[in-house]
């Protein structure tokens, strides 16, 4: 039996709400509510805060699309009424305001309290199934928010600040897994350009606290400590988060920068090389955060194009992959070893370039 296919959000479920609440605004444009100044403010008031709402709840109720999306529609509709009706003709928004709005919040609430619930109980049994921390986030933010975009962006958030802040004891290597960031550089490439960072905030906010510019001052000195507090997420990440081999799929992490799910039989050839790979009509990747300054020491080469998920979600395909890897001679030999044993053994996939 065929698994039933999931209703996909359209923007027709935006589209109706939208053309209700324009239709109610222009109606409060015309003359009519001058001349039927009771009826038509009635008719506006809860056709802005009621039925807009209520119609896109409908629209969306069974498909993967967080709930309390429906109550900007409904803060848009208390605002908009404000502004096109006159103080005498708010009555029934001043009941819906005083009565109705106090129950969606205590609703809101607990929808949101019932969700944390969820989520995490499915991160405890997420927890035991899988041991990467970011996939698990991910696993938890889509059973919350059941929608892909804010998935990515919720979970890649949770994760900057976990790595950053509130991960610290690492766990050993096993045999089938392997490092980045050892022999690679990173870890003085970022932490240099996190204390320049750090450096060039405290200067500049210094200078723009002197012209009395405060505010511009504190919203650059934030956005600053915030942006290092990614890049220290993510380099930490890379002591957590490890590149595996199993039978037959090779499983790469590059913190929170780079993921990709490869099945052995999709890799034409591996090739060791520090060289820039550069063929005409395939496009080249590299697992990096600023790839003109992070090396690679291992190709990638695909029979056909793979997905890479980069940081926030964000998918790119390629034909090749580069990457780098600490211990480069075990994993060409084991990666060679298990695609030769899905093969035949004669057809060798790893080739000795030079270094």
């Excluded at 099945?263 to 990096?288: C, F, G, R």
């Excluded at 994993?331 to 695609?339: A, D, G, R």
Aim: aromatic share 12%; net charge positive; hydrophobic share 50%.
């Amino acid at each position: 039996m065929n698994k039933k296919e999931e209703p996909k959000v359209r923007w027709i479920d935006f589209g109706i709400p939208i053309g209700i609440i324009a239709l109610a605004v222009l109606l409060g444009k015309t003359s009519l509510l001058q001349e039927y100044p009771n009826t038509v403010s009635i008719l506006i008031t809860y056709t802005l805060t009621i039925v807009s709402p209520l119609v896109f709840l409908i629209l969306i109720w069974e498909k993967k699309i967080f709930r309390l999306t429906a109550i900007p529609f409904f803060t848009i509709g208390i605002i908009l009424v404000r502004f096109l009706l006159l103080e005498e003709q708010r009555v029934h928004l001043e009941v819906i305001t005083t009565y109705l709005l106090p129950v969606i919040e205590i609703l809101a609430i607990l929808y949101i309290v019932y969700k944390s619930y969820m989520s995490i109980k499915s991160f405890r049994a997420n927890a035991k199934e899988d041991a990467d921390r970011y996939m698990v986030f991910k696993k938890t933010a889509y059973d919350m928010v059941e929608n892909r975009f804010l998935t990515n962006f919720l979970a890649s958030e949770i994760a900057y600040v976990n790595y950053a802040f509130f991960e610290w004891r690492t766990r050993a290597l096993k045999d089938n897994e392997f490092t980045c960031y050892k022999k690679s550089g990173v870890t003085s490439v970022f932490g240099g350009i996190i204390f320049v960072v750090l450096l060039e905030t405290i200067v500049l906010h210094l200078i723009l606290y002197r012209y009395d510019l405060k505010i511009l001052a504190w919203v650059f000195t934030f956005s600053s400590l915030y942006v290092a507090m990614l890049i220290f997420g993510h380099l930490k990440s890379m002591k957590f988060r490890f590149s595996k081999l199993k039978e037959d799929q090779l499983i790469l992490r590059y913190g929170l920068f780079g993921d990709a799910r490869i099945n052995l039989d999709m890799i034409e050839k591996v090739e060791s090389t520090t060289k820039d790979v550069d063929i005409k009509e395939k496009k080249v990747a590299k697992l990096a955060m600023i790839s003109d300054m992070e090396d690679h020491n291992i190709a990638l080469y695909f029979k056909e194009k793979q997905k890479v998920e980069g940081a926030y979600g964000i998918i790119k395909e390629c034909d090749v992959l580069l990457l780098y890897i600490d211990e480069k001679k075990h994993f060409l030999e084991t990666l060679n070893q298990l695609i030769q044993q899905a093969e035949p053994a004669s057809q060798q996939v790893y080739t000795s370039a030079s270094v």
